[in-house]
C-alpha cells in the first residue's frame, strides 16, 4: 500500500515569501505529526493533529508557522514570510493513534531552501 | 536529497563485526522509546520499540537494551552489514502524551 507522500520533494523561495508543504498521511491514520530537520539537528517537533485538530501547537517555532488538516486526511504546513533560518528538510509522519505503542510512518520529506 | 546533518557523531566498523549505538534520553518518566534508521533522502524508518516495563527487546539482527536508572538506551545490531550505514535516532514519548522527542542521531559507516 502507499506510504506517506509528501509534495513537494523541494521548495527553493526567497526569503519574505509563503511557502505551502502538503503531507499525505497512510489512509486511515488518524494522527498527524509535522517535524522539522535542520542540519546537524535531530528531529524537531512542530504539530501534532488528531483527526483534524491540533491539540498542541506548542512546537510551532514562530506565528509565521501555520498547519492544518482536512477531511482527517491531507495536511498543509504553511510559512509565511520565509526566513533563511526556515531552511531545513519538513518531515511528516502518521500513525494510526496516538496513546498507545503504534509507530510513526515517516514520508521522505520536503527539503526547503530560502534564498 | 541530504537530510540529516553534517556533524552527527559517528561510528565506524567494520562489516561483519556487531554495533553498539547509544543514546541518552531526558524525561525519567517516559514510557515509550523506539530506534528510527534514516538513509540519506529519506524520512526516518522504525526499527525497534521498547516501553519503560522492560528493559531488553530483541529484534532479527537487532537489540534494544534500556537503563532507567541512568536514563540510557542502546541499540545493538549484530553482524553489521553495508545496508546498515545510516543515521540512527532515538526517540521518547511521555506517559499519556503524544509527543516524540528525538535525539540528534548517529552515523553509522560499515567499512568493508
Known amino acids: 500500500g502507499a506510504g506517506v507522500s509528501q509534495s513537494p520533494s523541494n521548495k527553493v523561495t526567497e526569503k519574505g515569501k509563503d511557502v505551502e508543504l502538503r503531507c499525505d498521511p497512510i489512509?486511515?491514520?488518524?494522527?498527524l505529526y509535522w517535524y522539522r530537520q535542520s542540519l546537524g539537528q535531530g528531529l524537531e517537533f512542530l504539530i501534532y493533529f488528531q483527526g483534524n485538530s491540533a491539540p498542541d501547537k506548542s512546537g510551532l517555532p514562530s506565528d509565521r508557522f501555520s498547519a492544518e488538516r482536512t477531511g482527517g486526511s491531507v495536511s498543509t504546513l504553511t510559512i509565511q514570510r520565509t526566513q533563511q533560518e526556515d531552511s531545513a528538510v519538513y518531515l511528516c509522519a502518521s500513525s494510526l493513534s496516538t496513546g498507545t505503542t503504534y509507530e510513526q510512518y515517516f514520508g521522505p520529506g520536503t527539503r526547503l531552501t530560502v534564498t | 536529497g541530504e537530510s540529516v546533518g553534517l556533524h552527527l557523531p559517528t561510528l565506524s566498523v567494520q562489516e561483519g563485526d556487531n554495533s553498539i549505538i547509544n543514546c541518552a534520553y531526558s524525561?525519567?518518566?517516559?514510557?515509550?522509546f523506539i530506534w528510527y534508521k534514516q538513509e540519506s533522502g529519506k524520512g526516518p524508518q522504525f526499527i525497534i520499540d521498547?516501553?519503560?516495563?522492560?528493559d531488553k527487546r530483541q529484534g532479527q539482527r537487532v537489540t534494544v537494551l534500556l537503563n532507567k536508572t541512568v536514563k540510557h538506551l542502546s541499540l545493538q545490531i549484530a553482524a553489521t552489514q553495508p545496508g546498515d550505514s545510516a543515521v540512527y535516532f532515538c526517540a521518547e514519548r511521555g506517559p499519556g502524551t503524544y509527543k516524540y522527542i528525538f535525539g540528534t542521531g548517529t552515523r553509522l559507516k560499515v567499512l568493508a
Open positions: 521498547i516501553r519503560s516495563n522492560m
Open positions: 524525561n525519567s518518566a517516559s514510557d515509550y
Open positions: 489512509s486511515g491514520h488518524t494522527a
